[in-house]
Structure formats: C-alpha cells, structure tokens
C-alpha cells in the first residue's frame, strides 16, 4: 500500500467500511425478520390446529350422541320389532341374506322410510342400517346400496368394515368407531362406520350403524379462510394414507385417490409418524411434495377406538417471501448509497485533501530547486487553512 496514492487509500477504506455495515445491517435485519415471520408463521399454523382438531373432536363425540340417542329411540325400537318377526314369519337362515325384495319386508319397512330417510338427510350421513345382533342380517339400510340385505356373518361382506363394526359394538357393548378403508357397495370408495348396540328389554336385539360421510370432514378440513397459497391441512391416518382431502395436490392426496393408489397417495413424514405415535409438535420438514415445510402435528382421538395425524403445513419459501423482499431492498439500498457515498467521498477527498497537498507538493519542489540554485525564482506558498495540512 506504500505506493497507492493517499486519495486510493481512503476511497478504499471509506467503500469497504461502508459495504461491510451494509453487510452487516442486511444479515441482521434479514435474519431478525426470518425468525419473526417464521415464529409468526408456526403460532398461526398452531391455532389453526387446535381450532381444526377440536371441531373434529367435537364432530365425532356428536356422532356418538346422536346414534345413542337414536338407539333408545322408540324408532329404532319399533323398526326391530317389526323387521324382527317378519324375520321369523320368513323363517330366514342364519346362513341366507335377509330378502329385502319380498313384498312383506316392503310392507313393514315402508311406515319407517320416510323418519329415517329425514334423519339421514337431516344429519348428514351416507347411510343409516338396521342390522340383526344375532345374524348379522341388514335389515335395513336407508342409502339401498347393495349391502341392503346382505349377511355379514357369511356372505361377501363378513371381512368388511360394516362386519367389523357389527361386531365390536356386540363386543364392546358402546358405541364404536371402525376406521375407514374400500367399501365395495360404495364403488369401493373408503368408509367409515359408527356402531352402537340397540337394547330391547335388556338384551342387545340389534346393531344400528351410521355411515360416516367424508363431505363432514372435508368441510372441516378445506376450510382455507385468511390461508396462505400454499397453506393446508389434513388427515392422515395409521396407514398413512388420507383421511381428508389434499388442497395441494388433488391428483395424489385426496382420501379416494390415496386408497385408490398408496403409492402415491400416502403420506409417511417425519411429522405424521411422530403424530400417529402419540406426539405433537413444530417444526421443518420435508413434506409429501419433497418440499420443505413448517408443520404443525398432533393426533386426533376419534371416539375411543383410534387416532388420525392432523396436519397444518406451509412451504418454507413462501414464509420466506418477506425476508427475502428485504434481503434484495437492502442490497439495492447499499449499493446506490455505497455508489452515491463514494462520488461525494471522492470529491470531498479531491478538493479538501489532495489539492491541498499538490499545492504544497509543486511549492516545496520549487523550493528544493532554489536551494540546489537549478533556479532562481522561488513562490511563495499561501497557507490559508488552519487544520492538519494547513
């Protein structure tokens, strides 16, 4: 640096002062924004949560008291009672479907379609059944799909999730949850039952069961008020795969496309793994699109009988907009006044330091000349300033 003029040098200490604050003021104030938004960002994502996993809490336990309700209804009651001994008018085999086409089973259910055709509409379910404790004969069904009738001790549907449902409720002797899986009288679509004994006289005559509709769910779930683009919500459940449907991703993730295709439907995060073990949290990770997200996990208790994984995710590069805004307005910032700074250091240097400092440069030249006599003039120098060079 010796042989750099002095107006080089503090151009070079002035700029690089300046770009290292410039520096240093963008990383501060970057990394204090990133931390606040994703801080911000995290506590929303929670609250949508807790809001999200409560009213599915408060859904399923309604559930529970409308079919208990249901089931000590003189309804219900009277519906059994009727089906019943038509049942043994019929002298129906334990090993037979019940014969829901014969006009004196038309005649009997006929005075209770209209009730139960109104409750199931009034309630939202996708089918309502009547099925026989004893033989697992469907004695009625309000949506008339092809399990109406059936015989879930010995047909086709003895493996299926309204057997199951048929049997845990005489089991267990509450109402039960039995989780959602293909349902082959709904086209195979994933569904979900609610079952609950049916006492008469003391003695459990029947099983009523509601299907579940997943419209209930999804409408809690889809609801997208003050989200951002890339927020969502969801279920999942301990098969991985959907329990409602995905914003995001329509073609994969929804609950039908996800039992319909698990490879590509499921979901097995960090997150949902450590949801479905009973833990709850925060944090980045890489969601089911390989994006990274902030997510927010917990289970959800569905009555007494299984847990789902509620999710609550944005991608990371959208949290990211706003500091990165003010990463690139900061840069842009630093560089016009870096380059404005510069000029008026320039000039400052030039006219008040470097001026100066020729003039006495050129003065004590010709003095040296005089006194080695290679001239006889002399000028005298003008000292005008009182400062350091003056």
């Known amino acids: 640096m010796k042989n750099v003029a002095i107006k080089t040098k503090i151009l070079l200490i002035g700029l690089s002062s300046l770009i290292l604050l410039g520096v240093i003021l963008a990383i501060i104030s970057v990394k204090y924004s990133k931390d606040v938004l994703m801080q911000e960002s995290f506590d929303r994502l929670q609250t949508v949560k807790d809001i999200k996993a409560h009213q599915l809490e408060v859904f399923f336990q309604e559930r529970i008291a409308d079919i208990k309700v249901l089931a000590k209804s003189e309804n219900i009651k009277n519906i059994i009672n009727d089906l019943t001994e038509t049942h043994n008018e019929l002298s129906v085999k334990s090993t037979d479907n019940f014969p829901v086409t014969n006009e004196m089973v038309k005649d009997e259910t006929k005075p209770h379609e209209d009730f139960f055709q109104s409750y199931m509409n009034d309630y939202g379910y996708y089918d309502i059944f009547v099925i026989c404790a004893e033989h697992g004969h469907v004695m009625y069904s309000a949506a008339k799909e092809s399990d109406y009738g059936a015989n879930l001790s010995n047909g086709s549907l003895k493996d299926s999730a309204l057997a199951d449902a048929w049997k845990k409720a005489k089991e267990l002797k509450r109402p039960v949850y039995v989780d959602m899986e293909p349902y082959a009288p709904s086209n195979g679509a994933p569904a979900m039952f609610l079952a ?30 003050g989200f951002g683009e890339s927020e969502e919500t969801y279920l999942v459940g301990a098969d991985n795969l959907m329990r409602s449907d995905s914003f995001l991703d329509p073609k994969n993730h929804t609950l ?74 900061i840069a842009l910032a630093s560089i016009l006044l870096i380059i404005l700074i510069g000029i008026a ?5 030039n006219s008040m330091v470097v001026k100066p400092l020729n003039v006495f440069q050129n003065g004590l030249l010709s003095f040296f000349k005089y006194l080695n006599k290679e001239t006889e003039d002399t000028e005298e120098l003008i000292v005008d300033r009182k400062d350091e060079i003056g």
């Open 345 to 349: 250091l320039f000039t400052f240097v």
């Open 256 to 329: 039908i496309a996800s039992f319909s295709n698990p490879d590509k439907g499921s979901v097995d995060t960090e997150a949902t793994k450590e949801a479905l073990e009973g833990k709850s949290g925060a944090k980045i990770i890489i969601d089911y699109n390989n994006n990274p997200v902030l997510s927010v996990y917990s289970p959800v208790k569905i009555g007494e009988d299984f847990k789902w994984a509620i999710m609550a995710e944005i991608d990371e590069a959208e949290v990211l907009l706003t500091p990165n805004e003010i990463r690139n307005v």
């Open 196 to 225: 609950s004994p049916v006492y008469v006289d003391g003695e459990i005559k029947s099983v009523l069961v509601f299907q579940i509709s997943d419209k209930s769910i999804n409408d809690i779930m889809k609801f997208r008020e």
